[in-house]
Every structure is written in structure tokens, then in C-alpha cells.
């Protein structure tokens, strides 16, 4: 059986601020290899909430998921990435991506051509961070001009920086310009190989997947515990995700005729449930996890499911 190299688990976008460096030393007490953070429209920022996990923990690595490269100036962004990796040197993993699309509207920040800037923003920021003065070419998105870290400032590492993407052409840009890929949940083995497939890459190439979780003695509780947070899938930016899935077709007849996601919920097949989550007893999660590892994901980020997520860390952490 295929061992995950990494196991971790992701801190809650809403959780409340009292209880997030308890989570984070709770999942490095436990022995998870990884903790990631997100910066999603209206919630925490991803650096802020990366630097309060490090500096309140002793070992666990680090991953921003993701930081959007429209509303991030590279140079600014390669400041506060080379400050993370010199105050917690080997702890830092940087996601970059698009940003969904709708939330960059929001703000007036959607590119013009968002694969030539995550392009061009992932291969600036490495040259930042290992030191090198910067020009962008003419006409760039990224428009610098002679821009470089003062040698103080550089950092002797320079961390992995996966691209968090999910369309053809942006996973087959992961694969040119990134060192890996965070691909967002759900994700199952049949998602991962389609994806891995369009990535590529023609070396090493992390693979980062999120997913919702849930681990019980009694698989049905632990069903019922992952079900809610499956409520938005099948809305349509996650199509990719249940594409590959031999019950795609009658996952979207079931969609489209319910009302409410409360009543797509209750209607979900429990089968589909385990597909969709890892979720189940600890042997069935770790089956899962050895089937995702066997198609190319090297990161599993749990998702914790059920009320109380810094209680949920303790029985997420018998599959390690």
C-alpha cells in the first residue's frame, strides 16, 4: 500500500480568532505534517494567519492556499514571503493562484490574461526570493523595474510555491512554472490523475489536495458528520472535480432537481458521501488516503468536518 508523504489538516477560514493558535499547536502536538491556511474574500489573510500559526508552533510546515496573484504586487508579496522563511526557515510553502473569478470582480482586480500573470508572477517571485533584480519585459502585467530584496533581507531557502488552479491550461502552467499544485476539494484519485494529467510536469511536482474529513469507529456517524460540508459541490466551477467520477452524470441530474442545498445534502448517497470526503473508520480513511497517494498526490489536507474542529483534530489524527 502507497503511503501519503504528508498528512495535514487546514485551519477553519471562520474560526473563531480565540481558538486559532489553539488549533494550530493541537495539530502540531498531534503529529500533522502540514497546516494550511486560506485567503478567501471577506475572511482572515493568508500571511497574516501563516505568521500567527508559525510563531505559536514548533515543528508543523506551513502552506498558504492560496495568495491571488491579481491583488497581490509581486514585489510586496516576495517581502512578506522572504520574512516568513527567514523567521521560520523550512516551515513555508507558498500557494499562488487566479483567485476565483467572481471574487476578483468584486474587488476590480480579474487580469486581462490571468495565465500570463500567475505565469509570470510564480517565476518573478522565485527570482525575488533567491535574490535576483528584476525587470519585468514590456508589457507585463507585472510591470517592475530593477526591483530586488536588499541582501539582508533574502532568504537562504527558497520555499516551494505551488500553483492553486483547476482549468486545463492553468494546471498545464502548474506544471511549467510551479514546484507542485494545490488542488482544492474534492478531491478524489480519479480527479487527481485527470488533473496530473494536464499538469505534466516534467520533474518532481508536489500535489496538495484538500478534502473534507471526518473519522469515526462508526462510519455511518462519520458519514453524516462530512455530509454538510459537501453542500456546494456540483455548482458550476467544481464540475471538473466530479467529471472524472462514474456517477457524474446522475451527481448532476441530482443537482440540478433539488431546490436548496440543505435538500441536495439530505438526498446525497451515502455512497457518494465516500467518495467525496474522507470520511469513515480510521482503516477506510487511511485506504482512501493510500489510493490518493497512489495516484499522485504527495500532501492530503484534511478538512475537519463537524461542529467543534479543534475537537475533530484528535480523531482526524488516528490515520497518522
Given at each position: 500500500?502507497?503511503?501519503?508523504?504528508?498528512?495535514?489538516?487546514?485551519?477553519?477560514?471562520?474560526?473563531?480568532?480565540?481558538?486559532?493558535?489553539?488549533?494550530a499547536?493541537?495539530?502540531?502536538?498531534?503529529?500533522?505534517?502540514?497546516?494550511?491556511?486560506?485567503?478567501?474574500?471577506?475572511?482572515?489573510?493568508?500571511?497574516?494567519?501563516?505568521?500567527?500559526v508559525?510563531?505559536?508552533?514548533?515543528?508543523?510546515?506551513?502552506?498558504?492556499?492560496?495568495?491571488p496573484?491579481?491583488?497581490?504586487?509581486?514585489?510586496?508579496?516576495?517581502?512578506?514571503?522572504?520574512?516568513?522563511?527567514?523567521?521560520?526557515?523550512?516551515?513555508?510553502?507558498?500557494?499562488?493562484?487566479?483567485?476565483?473569478?467572481?471574487w476578483?470582480?468584486?474587488?476590480?482586480?480579474?487580469?486581462?490574461?490571468?495565465?500570463?500573470?500567475?505565469?509570470?508572477?510564480?517565476?518573478?517571485?522565485?527570482?525575488?526570493?533567491?535574490?535576483?533584480?528584476?525587470?519585468?519585459?514590456?508589457?507585463?502585467?507585472?510591470?517592475?523595474?530593477?526591483?530586488?530584496?536588499?541582501?539582508?533581507?533574502?532568504?537562504?531557502?527558497?520555499?516551494?510555491?505551488?500553483?492553486?488552479?483547476?482549468g486545463?491550461?492553468?494546471?498545464?502552467?502548474?506544471?511549467?512554472?510551479?514546484?507542485?499544485?494545490?488542488?482544492?476539494?474534492?478531491?478524489?484519485?480519479?480527479?487527481?490523475?485527470?488533473?496530473?494529467?494536464q499538469?505534466?510536469?516534467?520533474?518532481?511536482?508536489?500535489?496538495?489536495?484538500?478534502?473534507?474529513?471526518?473519522?469515526?469507529?462508526?462510519?455511518?456517524?462519520?458519514?453524516?458528520?462530512?455530509?454538510?460540508?459537501?453542500?456546494?459541490?456540483?455548482?458550476?466551477?467544481?464540475?471538473?472535480?466530479?467529471?472524472?467520477?462514474?456517477?457524474?452524470?446522475?451527481?448532476r441530474?441530482?443537482?440540478?432537481?433539488?431546490?436548496?442545498?440543505?435538500?441536495?445534502?439530505?438526498?446525497?448517497?451515502?455512497?457518494?458521501?465516500?467518495?467525496?470526503?474522507?470520511?469513515?473508520?480510521?482503516?477506510?480513511?487511511?485506504?482512501?488516503?493510500?489510493?490518493?497517494?497512489?495516484?499522485?498526490?504527495?500532501?492530503?489536507?484534511?478538512?475537519?468536518?463537524?461542529?467543534?474542529?479543534?475537537?475533530?483534530?484528535?480523531?482526524?489524527?488516528?490515520?497518522?
Amino acid at each position: 500500500m502507497t503511503r501519503m508523504q504528508a498528512i495535514g489538516v487546514m485551519l477553519p477560514r471562520d474560526l473563531d480568532p480565540g481558538r486559532v493558535t489553539s488549533f494550530a499547536r493541537r495539530a502540531d502536538d498531534l503529529g500533522f505534517d502540514e497546516l494550511w491556511v486560506v485567503e478567501d474574500l471577506g475572511f482572515r489573510g493568508g500571511i497574516a494567519q501563516a505568521a500567527a500559526v508559525l510563531a505559536s508552533t514548533a515543528r508543523v510546515r506551513v502552506g498558504v492556499g492560496i495568495l491571488p496573484a491579481a491583488v497581490r504586487n509581486v514585489a510586496f508579496a516576495a517581502m512578506e514571503v522572504a520574512t516568513l522563511v527567514q523567521l521560520f526557515p523550512g516551515r513555508v510553502d507558498v500557494g499562488i493562484g487566479h483567485g476565483m473569478p467572481d471574487w476578483m470582480r468584486q474587488v476590480g482586480a480579474w487580469p486581462a490574461r490571468p495565465l500570463t500573470l500567475l505565469e509570470e508572477y510564480v517565476v518573478t517571485l522565485r527570482a525575488l526570493l533567491r535574490g535576483e533584480a528584476v525587470t519585468s519585459p514590456e508589457g507585463s502585467p507585472l510591470a517592475l523595474t530593477d526591483v530586488a530584496l536588499d541582501p539582508s533581507c533574502v532568504p537562504a531557502t527558497v520555499p516551494d510555491l505551488l500553483a492553486g488552479v483547476r482549468g486545463p491550461r492553468s494546471l498545464a502552467a502548474a506544471g511549467r512554472v510551479a514546484d507542485g499544485t494545490v488542488l482544492a476539494e474534492p478531491v478524489t484519485p480519479e480527479y487527481a490523475r485527470a488533473a496530473l494529467a494536464q499538469v505534466a510536469p516534467a520533474g518532481p511536482h508536489r500535489v496538495a489536495a484538500y478534502n473534507v474529513a471526518a473519522v469515526d469507529d462508526d462510519a455511518e456517524a462519520a458519514l453524516d458528520a462530512a455530509r454538510p460540508a459537501l453542500a456546494w459541490i456540483g455548482e458550476p466551477d467544481w464540475d471538473v472535480h466530479i467529471a472524472p467520477l462514474p456517477f457524474a452524470d446522475a451527481f448532476r441530474e441530482l443537482r440540478a432537481s433539488c431546490a436548496t442545498r440543505a435538500e441536495f445534502v439530505e438526498r446525497l448517497p451515502a455512497e457518494w458521501v465516500a467518495r467525496l470526503a474522507l470520511a469513515g473508520t480510521p482503516d477506510e480513511v487511511r485506504a482512501r488516503l493510500a489510493s490518493l497517494a497512489e495516484a499522485g498526490v504527495t500532501s492530503a489536507v484534511l478538512l475537519p468536518a463537524g461542529p467543534d474542529p479543534v475537537e475533530a483534530l484528535t480523531s482526524l489524527a488516528r490515520v497518522l
